[in-house]
């Protein structure tokens, strides 16, 4: 009878507290209108994960070896003082906030101050993300920034879980 109660305990808490709805969308491979392909001899990973839960998102980039070697040269090849000591790092990471989403669409918002930022439009269909530079809150380009060339969907809210537990 205790194992009981406690199933039903777990079964309630799973319900009422975690999403049903909860999502986590993989764009993979993507590449930007200049690489017209992914490009594994430069990346290892070039994705997007958007949790639709947490409400955020996350661009994950990480160079192979020769990729990182070439990219490294690059820079030094501009000797742009703006630049100064950069260099890339094997591994870059860059955080977005959700805005909306819907069965066709997801919306980021990526901050980097008050008035300067980029919205990001993922087309789940087309598996494209284009971009929107915003300066001073004012939108001055628009373009389609990556094509990935997959993405997946993954439910991790109660009824999923639930599912799982009791086979229904």
């Known amino acids: 009878m205790k194992k009981i109660i406690q199933l039903f305990s777990l079964i309630f808490f799973l319900t009422f ?3 049903s709805h909860a999502k986590i969308i993989t764009f993979k491979e993507c590449y930007s209108a200049d690489e ?3 490009d594994s001899k430069t990346w290892e990973k070039k994705e997007l994960i958007v949790d639709t839960n947490l409400k955020n ?11 990182l070697a070439a990219e490294t040269e690059r820079i030094i090849r501009l000797n ?3 630049l100064g000591n950069y260099r890339p790092e094997k591994i870059t990471i860059f955080y977005s906030s ?3 989403v819907d069965e066709n669409y997801i919306t980021l918002k990526t901050q980097s101050n ?3 930022y980029s919205k990001f439009n993922l087309n789940l269909k087309k598996n494209n993300i284009e971009q929107t530079i915003f300066f001073n809150g004012v939108p001055v380009s628009t373009f389609i920034a990556y094509t990935c060339n997959g993405s ?6 109660a009824k999923d879980t ?3 537990i009791i086979g229904k």
């Open 114 to 116: 008050t008035s300067n």
């Open 36 to 38: 017209n392909k992914f």
């Open 162 to 164: 639930l599912k799982k």
């Open 17 to 19: 507290t975690v999403s």
């Open 57 to 67: 998102a996350k661009l994950i980039l990480i160079y192979t070896a020769a990729g």
């Open 152 to 157: 997946s969907n993954s439910s991790s809210g």
């Open 98 to 100: 959700v805005e909306y």
């Open 80 to 82: 742009d003082k703006h």
